[in-house]
């Protein structure tokens, strides 16, 4: 499509979707959205995005092919064995209720993964589980379930297959715009897996700065397998097994850069 056209549908996007494309990496997105143009629009390319605003169905299909939702239960097993065996028994030694949230949770599967291995630890621990998405039609899939782990924490209904009633108690679900919303504070633990990646470097580093704030000392950031938070973006927080990043007292990098 033309830039003018381009321009355009980044500005209806903003408005019906309220996403901005200009926070994301462009050549990717341009390629995206150049692709959906052309296969969406019969005339000219610019009537088509003038007209978005009336085409509900269209929007739809614009913001599934915007937000990538793509998860899967303890997706990344061994970093799900980290979370287990090394992190929630650390965090839980500290106190008995632990703040947790699933940012970017997509249709479900990873909050849902958390609220398992919490129902596993034992009666003894309470939590505050809170799920989020920017995109309302995964929240509505993440309230519906989705795929057996173990039968223990799911149910068969007509051939499909749903989280029982007491691993979806304990999450709640919520639609957030990590980009323009504001976030909690003192979380234990902040699971934000392979949504940063497709973020320009300046929000990406925005966003790991936020996320520090809304940790308590000593909590953690889980991030996806494939991910790391390299140069500033890593002030604050030490890695440690795996792909998490405990938060610390003062950032190391600005203390020698004090001294």
Known sequence: MQDDTYELLKRQIGRFLDLDIDAYKQRQMRRRLDTWVEQNSSGDE???VMGLGTKSDLLKDLRDTLTINVTEFFRDQAQWADLETKVLPELMAD???LKIWSAGCSSGDEPYSVAMLLD?????VTSSLLATDLDPGSLHKAQAGGPARQALYFRE?????????TVRRRVEFKPLNLLKDRFGTGYDLILCRNVTIYFDPPVKAALTRRFHEALRP???LFIGATEALLGSESDGFTRT???FYRKGEVAASRVARAA
């Not at 209904?157 to 009633?165: A, E, L, N, P, S």
């Open 218 to 220: 000593g909590g953690y």
């Open 157 to 165: 209904d007509g051939g499909r297959f749903h989280v029982v009633d």
């Open 95 to 97: 106190t008995s209720r």
């Open 46 to 48: 610019h009537t088509f």
């Open 120 to 124: 596993e630890a034992g009666r003894g």
């Open 241 to 243: 097994s795996g792909n």
